[in-house]
């Protein structure tokens, strides 16, 4: 995590010098007025691994400006992978296989969201950096998925819940697959509220590549178990229903 809290202060460092720099050249200069910019990306975040999920997002010209500045309608839609701050991967001594130990639900949350984007910094017809500030908010869909584990019974090893496994008295020898016991998933609804920076990198000027960095706080009707806790009377302890966290996406697309 504090890796990732690095990445997003160096990030937001280079993206605001870079901006900087250009901005004052870009003020007064013809931006090409697009009324569609649709994009792809990848994302991290501060509750995840190095890839934390996808997103997919667009913003669309309004015939209104915000106090001068132009404004866009913001639909965006990402799925991430929230984990645990404890979540380590351990090593069978035997099979050399890796698992979560510990683990006992992943956590994916779909988030569509609506909001606006303002156009803060403009570009130039070909080169330079357009700086927009983004509010958006949706609801959260939680999918909670068990973790399966694998286990050895003799000769032979079979899957099971990583939950099943004080009653069943076996050590794990290695991760079940991502998508076994999907069946077995349970659903839940919250909300999130984003806000961010939009730093975008045109190469063409039909095409459009940049940096989306932000925070996002997420709120869910209940804690969500991703690991027990050790006190057997607390099985919630160090989990939660209210996160936070800061994320970097690297996104590309085109305008029109």
């Not at 099971?160 to 069943?168: E, F, H, K, Q």
Request: some cysteine; proline content about 5%; glycine content about 12%.
């Amino acid at each position: 995590m504090r890796t990732i809290y690095k990445a997003l202060s160096v990030a937001l460092g280079w993206c605001l010098l870079v901006a900087g720099g250009v901005s004052a050249q870009n003020l007064d200069s013809d931006e090409d007025n697009y009324q569609t910019i649709t994009t792809y990306g990848v994302t991290t975040n501060t509750n995840s691994g190095i890839l934390g999920g996808f997103s997919f997002r667009q913003a669309k010209l309004l015939p209104t400006q915000l106090f001068g500045m132009k404004q866009y309608r913001y639909l965006s839609v990402e799925l991430v992978n929230v984990k645990h701050p404890k979540e380590f991967q351990s090593n069978n001594g035997i099979t050399g296989s890796r698992y979560i130990d510990g683990k006992q639900n992943y956590l994916f949350v779909l988030r569509p969201q609506y909001g606006r984007e303002v156009k803060l910094f403009e570009r130039g017809p070909d080169e330079g950096v357009a700086v927009s500030g983004i509010i958006a908010a949706g609801p959260s869909l939680g999918i909670i998925k068990p973790y399966y584990v694998q286990i050895q019974e003799g000769n032979q090893t079979r899957t099971v819940p990583y939950s099943s496994l004080a009653t069943i008295g076996a050590t794990p020898v290695g991760s079940g697959g991502l998508f076994q016991g999907i069946g077995q998933s349970k659903l839940t609804v919250g909300l999130h509220l984003k806000t961010a920076l939009s730093f975008e990198l045109s190469t063409f000027r039909t095409n459009t590549t940049g940096i989306e960095i932000g925070f996002l706080t997420e709120l869910f009707p209940q804690k969500i178990i991703i690991m027990p806790g050790n006190d057997p009377t607390n099985p919630d302890e160090g989990n939660r229903s209210f996160f936070t966290s800061g994320y970097v996406t690297l996104y590309f697309g085109s305008k029109k």
